[in-house]
């Protein structure tokens, strides 16, 4: 099926998303997040690919030659680091609940409300 | 809402969704056949306008470059949450050298680990410099290569252990190198407009093609980049590893 | 033409200087740098949006031109919409700066730092003509919103924190998604480009995914309801300066974001046109009325104030969704409007905080009677929230409510119910804390309050941008104003204008709309319905009982109900969320 990238790429934004809403442990939330990014990548890339296409690297062939869409693949790569930083964010707030808190269920935590 | 009802909820939502989700995506162009006109423009235009072999690092850093200056930002104003968040619980006051843990017991370190960490950590580091270098020529790149000294980084905290490591990477010299990286991006981004071109236009001297030197001002920002990523991540693990740690007498 | 990308490279830059120099700098440097840079990027931005009220400035960087329609480079199309609202954030963050005078002393200048990017990324985001630029400035903007909430957090409040990170993350997924559907459909990134692109399909579910995706992403960080329940958490956690910010015109900013995507891109796309008109709309006045019922329980200030941005963040995209240009232009002024008494309630709130060490209204009762200014500003912001027929709010509403009447003629009254019961809110609180009415606590619950440790700061001092903030709402010239947003919106929304702007061609001339606006009628009718509630929840132990039976009976389950939603668990607040995308594909079915 031609389009089975695209599926895979929705099969995990949809399995992280359950797992950020039936998650009992802040980390592994976070670790649902980050499957919900990889499936942006999943879907940013399948986008931009040309089947029987190079890398578009010209070094060692010649500009001209066949080559998939650099586009998708500069906004990815740049997106998976800043997404390594904002992962380590999270996680620092996690780390501060657990120190504060004790506990980094949600379901333990108190309601937010007055 | 408590967690079975939470998750069956959303199950019944997911069941409902996925058949929008399916005709949404049926609807796109088969994989493997990329129809678009922007990367074909690109792939044509890259080597002759901007003299790089690398189309992915043209577009982050000429065709696109303001996207890029973002992201380093978002990644420096990540780095200063961590900071502020970690370092702020602790005090200012005690981060100036390594702290020590009271009752934690202490694993020693393997030799092996020791050694592979110190054999390594060099080479590591030659690699990611060169990574950043070639740029424009091969894959890689300010970010790709960021990552890979900072990969070396910390194999040097395994062959060295903590203490030392500490004395290495001192806070304040990180905290300015990624300054000086984010400021060379946005400074190298205004100085063209002093010449009368656009922001973070490329008015440098284009040089040779597969050379680390063309590119022009593709090769300034993407140093920028580079320093901002490696120095940006030690950071983080600088202060994931204090909180490993509380406050007490400085000792190797 | 070169003061175009000024108004993101000095935030910017200052924010790396800083940096630089943190260790150096005393902490009155620090504010006054924070102050004069919001400051030029305030004038810098009002200098763009005069010139483009003449003509729109493309300005393409690192010098690439389109090449027959293919955008290749990242433009930023300055119209006067975008400018005036680039204009105003500027604004909204130096008062902020000036508000958070020496209150960050241990922080060193990290805090400064945060918020000059997040206003370098928030101008960026009104002046991009590139998709994913818009979305690189999205995560600019979460991102230092996420780091300068978690300044000083204590330990019941880092929930709050999490919860507001968490689902703006997933809100910029949800954008993300959008963008690479509509890259692989039409292959470009460039806003005129994609809509040239899309304009000739007649809309098939591929594109309707990518506009549930993109709303769904840019309406969580509106807090539009069913997407709205991190707003009052993180309030609630965040410093008084930040809150001003968050209120007064990020979720502002992410309307304005989610109208310019539809007017560039799906404006000649019928199906979304019709579920923009419908779902939209319908979604904006429950928020409205739903946000104004939830703002009534709160006993935190701040949280109420946070609902109560969430009830006029529903009128405004009511105002948005009728797709007229006085519709538009009601939302302009009312953006501005809500963002300065907004922003000046927040700072009221933390002058409270500065000199009472509390923020629980009914703890605080009767204690603020030292500060008589406070009091009369908090109640005067309270009966321009409720409608007041006065100043920039009010002319923005009148605009609103007439073009909202073109589709159902009960959607003014519905909108006029949520503000005047956020104004009964406020109006209730500045009652209780500052003159001391409302029943003895004694008679209340008796549950904890929260006790907000926060730096003492003089008053007097604090007072200014509150009042600064205050008269500049009320003293906009109804007419001239008008006129301006009127012209904003109409070229704001002229899709083929946009696109032969951006990609070459004769440029149209867009004549000046005329708006008709609704009478002072129903904003006295909701003046005085705020007055009433208000007085009511104040003097309730006085009135006859069977009266607070009915009442209680009346809206009791139907507030409990409201009360039990907002759970705090980030399990609910996700499931929530889904709930809102479901809403969307079932209006593009219905």
Redesign the interface.
């Known amino acids: 099926m031609s389009i089975f990238p695209y599926f895979v790429s929705a099969w995990l934004f949809l399995i992280g998303l359950y797992g950020v809403v039936t998650s009992r442990n802040y980390v592994h939330l976070i670790g649902c997040l980050t499957v919900v990014q990889a499936a942006t990548y999943v879907l940013l890339l399948a986008v931009g690919y040309k089947t029987g296409a190079g890398a578009p690297i010209f070094a060692d062939h010649p500009p001209g030659t066949p080559a998939v869409d650099p586009v998708v693949q500069a906004l990815v790569l740049t997106d998976i680091v800043v997404g390594a930083a904002v992962t380590a964010l999270l996680l620092s707030l996690v780390l501060q609940l657990q120190k504060h808190r004790g506990t980094i269920d949600p379901n333990d935590l108190q309601p937010t409300r007055d | ?3 079975p009802n ?2 069956i ?3 019944i ?2 069941v ?3 058949p ?29 306008a901007r003299h790089i ?8 850093y ?10 380093e ?14 370092r ?2 602790r005090g ?1 006051a005690k981060s100036a050298a390594a702290l020590r843990i009271e009752h934690r017991r202490r694993e020693g370190r393997s030799e092996a680990v020791a050694g592979a960490g110190r054999v390594l950590a060099p080479i590591t580091l030659l690699y990611g410099i060169y990574v950043v270098l070639h740029a424009q ?3 890689g ?1 300010g ?2 290569g ?2 890979i000294v900072f990969a070396a980084i910390l194999l040097a905290y395994l062959g060295e252990g903590y203490s030392a490591w500490r004395r290495m990477a001192r806070s ?1 010299v990180l ?2 190198v ?3 990286g ?2 060379i991006y ?2 190298g ?2 100085v063209p ?1 002093f010449f009368g ?6 008015i440098l001297p284009l040089g040779q093609p ?1 050379t680390i030197t063309s590119g022009g001002l593709i090769a300034v920002v993407n140093l920028g980049v580079g320093l901002a ?1 490696a120095a ?2 030690s950071s ?1 693990a600088l ?2 590893l204090e ?1 490993t740690r509380t406050a007490g007498d400085d000792q190797a | 033409m070169q003061l175009a990308p000024l108004p993101v490279v000095i935030p910017l830059l200052a924010a790396v200087v800083l940096l630089a120099v943190e260790r150096h700098t005393p902490l009155w440097l620090v504010d006054a740098t924070g102050i004069l840079t919001a400051l030029a990027t305030t004038g810098i931005a009002a200098m763009l949006a005069d010139k483009a009220l003449q003509q729109p400035i493309v300005y393409w960087f690192g010098g690439w031109q389109p090449a027959s329609g293919v955008a290749i480079g990242i433009s930023f199309v300055i119209d006067p919409a975008g400018a005036m609202v680039a204009c105003f954030s500027a604004l909204v963050f130096a008062g902020a700066f000036l508000f958070g005078w020496n209150y960050f002393d241990d922080a060193m200048a990290r805090f400064h730092i945060l918020m000059l990017v997040f206003l370098g990324a928030m101008t960026g985001f009104c002046l991009t003509g590139d998709i994913f630029n818009l979305f690189v400035f999205f995560e600019l903007m979460s991102v230092s919103a996420y780091a300068v909430t978690a300044y000083k957090l204590e330990a019941s409040e880092i929930e709050g924190a999490l919860n507001f990170t968490v689902m703006n993350t997933i809100g910029s997924f949800l954008l993300l998604a959008g963008i690479a559907l509509l890259y692989g459909r039409t292959g470009a990134l460039n806003f005129a480009q994609i809509g040239r692109a899309v304009a000739s399909s007649k809309g098939d579910p591929l594109l309707a995914m990518a506009f549930a995706l993109l709303f769904g992403g840019l309406l969580i960080k509106a807090a539009v309801m069913p997407f709205h329940f991190w707003l009052a958490d993180a309030h609630a956690v965040a410093p008084a300066p930040v809150c001003v910010v968050f209120s007064g015109i990020m979720v502002s900013v992410a309307l304005f974001g989610a109208a310019r995507i539809y007017w560039t891109i799906f404006a000649p796309i019928q199906p979304v046109t019709e579920v923009v008109k419908s779902l939209l709309l319908y979604l904006g006045v429950a928020t409205a009325v739903l946000g104004g019922c939830t703002c009534l329980m709160q006993r935190h200030i701040k949280r109420l104030l946070a609902f109560s941005t969430i009830s006029h963040v529903g009128v405004m995209l009511a105002g948005l969704a009728t797709l007229t240009p006085g519709g538009t232009a009601g939302f302009f002024l009312y953006l501005a409007g809500h963002g300065l008494t907004k922003g000046a309630l927040f700072m009221l709130a933390g002058i409270l905080m500065s000199a009472h060490q509390n923020i629980d209204e009914i703890a605080l009762r009767g204690q603020a009677r030292d500060l008589p200014t406070s009091g009369v500003c908090f109640a005067l912001g309270g009966l321009v929230l409720a409608g007041l027929p006065l100043g920039l709010m009010n002319s923005g509403r009148e605009l609103i409510d007439k073009s909202a009447e073109g589709t159902h003629l009960w959607i003014p009254y519905l909108l006029a119910l949520g503000s005047a019961l956020t104004g009964a809110a406020v109006l209730r609180t500045a009652g209780r804390v500052f003159v001391g009415l409302g029943p003895d606590p004694g008679e209340e619950e008796q549950s904890p309050s929260k006790m907000e440790r926060d730096k003492r700061r003089p008053s007097a001092l604090l007072l200014i941008p509150v009042i600064v903030f205050l008269l500049l709402c009320l003293s906009g010239q109804a007419r001239l104003v008008e006129d301006v947003a009127l012209k904003a919106a109409a070229t704001f929304t002229n899709h083929d204008g946009y696109a032969t702007l951006v990609l070459g061609g004769q440029v149209p001339s867009i004549p000046t709309p005329s708006a008709e606006h609704s009478g002072p009628l129903i904003d006295w009718l909701s003046v005085a319905f705020a007055v009433v509630v208000a007085g009511f929840q104040l003097g309730r132990h006085k009135t006859p009982r069977c009266l607070r039976w009915t009442a209680d009976l009346v809206a009791f389950p139907f507030f409990k109900a409201l009360d039990l939603a907002h759970t705090g668990h980030i399990g609910d607040y996700a499931a929530w969320m889904t709930f809102g995308l479901l809403l969307f594909a079932i209006a593009f079915v219905w």
């Open positions: 809402m408590n967690h939470r998750s909820a959303f199950i939502m997911a409902v969704l996925a929008f989700v399916v005709a949404g995506l049926w609807t796109l162009p088969p994989f493997g056949s990329y129809p678009g006109p922007y990367g074909d423009v690109i792939n044509a235009i890259g080597t002759s072999t690398n189309m992915v690092t043209g577009v982050n000429d065709f696109r470059g303001l996207d890029t200056l973002g992201e930002f978002i990644l420096f104003a990540s780095v200063t949450g961590v900071v502020m968040l970690l702020g619980a200012e020529t091969t894959p790149g970010f790709q960021g990552v304040a905290d300015l990624e300054a000086a984010a400021a946005a400074v981004g205004l407009m071109a656009r922001y973070l236009e490329n597969k990523v940006g991540f983080i202060e994931l909180e």
